[in-house]
């Protein structure tokens, strides 16, 4: 069967939100359909979203810069999560409510990365979850999340790390 | 148990560090040595411990400190042992100096404090290999950076051994007649400390800092692994070979010296290729002062490396030798040394002063803590000193290297008094009020499956 294809690259130009439309298109798939998407960056979030209805991913980054990503109905088989990063108490991350905040940290210097994850830590709702991708381990951002109270977990991705930081609450 | 991953002493270290270069540099200003000078004159002595001792491996084992935790996401062993090495060290070091000046002046009995610095010194290399090489082992899987410093620290066991067999024959030749002619050695002590130890580590952490602070891939390939083979083969039989070649100079000992001399070239010349391949996959377009200003410690390395092979070519390796040895310490490491400092003080300040601040109101940005403009025109004066130095050095004219070291000396103090001020954040508290953080993001709604943020580099976006 042919997938849906939905090109969001002129949208997401303009600074535009396209995952309503994703979801509606979601919701349109015919069974055994996948979806192609077309986007200006590789949108590791949305993984997770979808991920979680059970598609499987394959991103190709194009020469021009763009990327192409086809979701595979029922081919999700959930990443083993493996903690880098032992945190402050034992957590299991399957519990935790959907991420509320994505932050795509890949290509900022350090301690941008920091600076931005404690930002938007500072501003969730108590038991909320940030999920964060970044290049490099933070290792020093660990000790102030930590005196913060948030429980955290690691996982290794290709190029880099993802974290699910949850507040107390 | 996540540990607080910032090394304590580490700044101590640093400032340590630079008192014990700026010393050794007022030694060379005011003419008690410079490098054609004879090696057993108790002020070359002085003044080559304080370098390699004093400045080279206090700031080396201070960066690893705080490097080694970073590279291998473990914790040191401990942080009072660290403070437990720098006090050993530095008072090793003080005791030695007492001791070559007693020696000199013809007080024989402050000799004592000659092996007992020298015994301290060891007592504090030991603890800080112990606090490094326990992550370092620890860590999987290891990185490159780490096992160049692994690499590096086996080098600095035979450069400390060496060194404790020559004060033994020194102080008891009379006991170990056919261990005397090891004395011959100096040359492969100074390649195992300034090649194999200093160098392999400064690149192995180069290897982790140049792509960090310039976003570049830090995944080196085979290119980044032939520079570690190719360079631990080419010292290690460089020096072993040397040492054998003391007591049986045949063909065989001379030719497995030349393959390891001609490995240690190769290994410089890939790693140099390397670096500047690091600078071009750079994603961040604008170079900061500090990586900017460390390609001088880089070509200095590159005229190393040519000249060397020159004067080998020429058979005439000996001749330079002092030249060469002032620029690899200056130049390549004491130039890589003072211009990453400009970042790492920096950083660890705003860590510590402004890391518990984070997301609960403005703080100043890591580079609103140094002034590029007060900090640029030492990094030109010092790369000029150390390049009029060295020619002088090379010339045989005395005049001229004290000429050469005066800029040198004024750009270490001028640096310094940066760095002190990045530590005490005083550019920042003079620009106050900071540059407020952007408006604070609305909180978002929570266990939503539809709140979804694409958030990339500095474009944040809700959705509705």
């Known amino acids: 069967m042919e997938p849906l294809t939905l090109d969001l690259r002129e949208e997401l130009r303009r600074g535009g939100e396209p995952l309503p439309r994703i979801l509606q298109a979601v919701d349109q798939l015919a069974p055994e359909q996948s979806l192609r998407l077309l986007t200006t960056f590789e949108p590791l979030p949305l993984y997770a979203v979808l991920g979680r209805k059970g598609f499987g991913h394959d991103a190709v980054r194009h020469g021009d810069g763009d990327w192409e990503i086809r979701f595979q109905p029922g081919t999700n088989t959930a990443p083993a999560r493996t903690a880098v990063t032992p945190a402050t108490r034992p957590t299991s991350a399957d519990e935790w409510p959907t991420p509320s905040v994505f932050l795509d940290n890949r290509g900022l210097q350090p301690p941008e990365p920091m600076v931005r994850i404690l930002d938007a830590f500072e501003h969730l709702g108590a038991g909320a979850v940030l999920e964060a991708v970044n290049e490099r381990d933070p290792v020093f951002l660990y000790p102030e999340l930590q005196a913060r109270g948030a429980a955290i977990h690691t996982e290794k991705v290709q190029g880099g790390v993802r974290l699910l930081i949850r507040r107390a609450g | ?464």
Not at chain 2, 137 to 157: E, N, Q
């Open chain 2, 1 to 464: 148990m996540i540990t607080n991953r910032l090394s304590r002493w580490t700044p101590h270290f640093f400032a340590s560090a630079l008192v014990n270069f700026i010393g050794a540099e007022m030694l060379m200003l005011a003419g008690v040595t410079w490098p054609a000078h004879a090696l057993g004159a108790a002020g070359t002595l002085i003044t080559i411990h304080l370098l390699v001792i004093g400045w080279l491996l206090l700031l080396v084992l201070g960066a690893l400190f705080q490097f080694v935790p970073v590279m291998t996401t473990l914790p040191l062993a401990s942080q009072t042992a660290a403070l437990a090495c720098l006090v050993a060290v530095e008072g090793g070091l003080l005791g030695m100096i007492a001791g070559f000046l007693g020696v000199a002046g013809g007080t024989p009995r402050l000799a004592w404090l000659l092996p007992a610095g020298g015994g301290a010194v060891t007592i504090g290399i030991a603890i800080a290999l112990w606090n490094v090489g326990v992550p370092l082992a620890r860590a999987r899987p290891s990185s490159l950076p780490g096992r160049m410093v692994m690499t590096g620290i086996a080098f600095l066991v035979a450069t400390v051994t060496l060194g404790l067999l020559f004060a033994a024959v020194l102080s008891a030749p009379a006991a170990m007649p056919r261990l005397t002619p090891i004395l011959a050695g100096v040359g492969e002590h100074a390649l195992s400390g300034l090649g194999g130890w200093f160098t392999l580590t400064a690149m192995g952490v180069s290897y982790k800092l140049l792509p960090m602070f310039m976003l570049a891939p830090e995944e080196r390939g085979a290119l980044g692994r032939g520079v570690h083979l190719v360079g631990a083969m080419g010292f290690a039989l460089a020096v072993v070979a040397g040492l054998a070649a003391i007591w049986r100079p045949i063909a065989i000992v001379i030719d497995i010296q030349r393959i390891g001399d001609v490995a240690i070239g190769l290994a410089v010349a890939l790693y140099l290729w390397d670096v500047r391949r690091i600078y071009r996959e750079r994603r961040r377009t604008a170079i900061e002062l500090h990586n900017r200003a460390a390609i001088g410690a880089f070509a200095f390395l590159g005229v190393a490396l040519a000249s060397a092979a020159i004067a080998a070519a020429a058979h005439r390796l000996g001749a330079i030798a002092p030249a060469l040895a002032f620029l690899i310490v200056f130049g390549w490491l004491g130039g890589l040394g003072i211009t990453q400092l400009y970042k790492i003080v920096p950083f660890l300040a705003w860590l510590v002063r402004y890391g518990g601040r984070l997301g609960r109101g403005p703080v100043p940005r890591v580079q609103d803590l140094v002034r590029d403009r007060a900090a640029l025109p030492w990094f030109i004066v010092y790369g000029a000193g150390v390049s009029i130095a060295t020619v002088a050095a090379l010339m045989r004219w005395p005049t001229a290297f004290r000429i050469g070291v005066a800029p040198i000396a004024v750009a270490t103090i001028g640096l310094a008094v940066e760095y002190w001020r990045a530590w005490h954040a005083t550019y920042a508290d003079a620009s106050r009020p900071v540059k407020p953080v952007p408006p604070a993001m609305p909180a978002p709604p929570a266990s939503r499956e539809t709140s979804l943020l694409i958030n990339r580099g500095d474009r944040p976006r809700w959705n509705p």
